[in-house]
């Protein structure tokens, strides 16, 4: 061994710099002792664009899910897969050739580095097969969307949904995304509004376009709305909204649309009977 390597002393990224200079590491063994020791900011991701990545096994650990059906009776499963460290996560879709048969490869929505602390995962199918996807991203309050062009067509970039193009503030809960039996979506959230936060409505004109945001109010109590417990079609066609209230687990009112697609309200207390559903 030669000298120079003997009396190396100094730190050991040093010496392993200096005996590499002579030869004496493998080739893989100096890009470690080289490697820096600096810590790195953590990247932000928000497009497809930003990154690479293996866009056929998803990493890391499945965490939430959820289940939507087509209107050929075909299944679409989403989840949100963790990295290694817990920081982050990715949504990945797996879908049925047929109904009721086996679910394919994993695929990836986007790579847009999701929200770790306020998770949130809505899927719906429009009335075509095209799927939709509405979520939060990484150190963003602001819900977005992404949608498919076409049945099992490629991904669009996130982009805003909300009131004002999402510049109203989004509250807390999960955002629900209702089929009617025509196939058309209806998409219930709450924002916070001037005062007290406020669920909103926007609802389909035809598959993948979207109206204008009707805002459906606070409810009729002293606690403001919460999101939907659930959402029913009666056999007209109008859409009847039950919604617990914050920080109000017991309580809970009532709101229908006063014809499809029409006007909404007024807000029934469903206290002492006062709701069809609550």
């Known amino acids: 061994m030669p000298t120079s390597a003997r009396r190396c002393t100094v730190a050991a990224t040093v010496c392993a710099a200096l005996i590499g200079a002579v030869g004496l590491l493998a080739p893989s063994a100096q890009a470690q002792a080289q490697a820096p020791t600096s810590v790195q900011a953590p990247a932000t991701v928000s497009s497809t664009a930003d990154r690479p990545r293996d866009t056929t096994t998803p990493p890391g650990t499945e965490g939430q899910s959820t289940t939507v059906t087509r209107p050929d009776g075909t299944q679409a499963r989403f989840a949100v897969f963790s990295t290694a460290d817990g920081t982050g996560g990715t949504i990945w879709y797996q879908t049925q ?78 955002p629900v995304a209702f089929q009617r039996a025509d196939g058309a979506l209806a998409f219930f959230e709450v924002y916070q509004g001037s005062s007290s936060p406020q669920l909103y409505v926007n609802e389909q004109s035809s598959p993948g376009i979207w109206g204008s945001w009707t805002n459906l109010g606070t409810g009729p109590l002293s606690e403001a709305v919460a999101t939907p417990s659930s959402v029913t079609e009666a056999a007209d066609g109008r859409l009847t909204v039950l919604a617990h209230m914050w920080n109000g687990p017991s309580l809970s009112a009532e709101i229908s649309e006063q014809a499809p697609g029409g006007a909404w309200g007024p807000w029934r207390d469903c206290r002492n009977g006062g709701c069809a559903g609550g």
């Open 97 to 174: 050739s047929s109904s009721g048969g086996p679910f394919g490869a994993w695929s990836q929505v986007n790579g847009m580095s999701l929200s770790y602390r306020n998770q949130v995962l809505t899927a719906a199918a429009d009335a075509d097969g095209a799927l939709e996807v509405f979520t939060i991203g990484y150190q963003s309050s602001v819900l977005v969307r992404m949608h498919q062009a076409g049945p099992d067509g490629p991904w669009s970039a996130p982009e805003p949904f909300g009131p004002a193009g999402g510049l109203v503030p989004r509250f807390f809960g999960v």
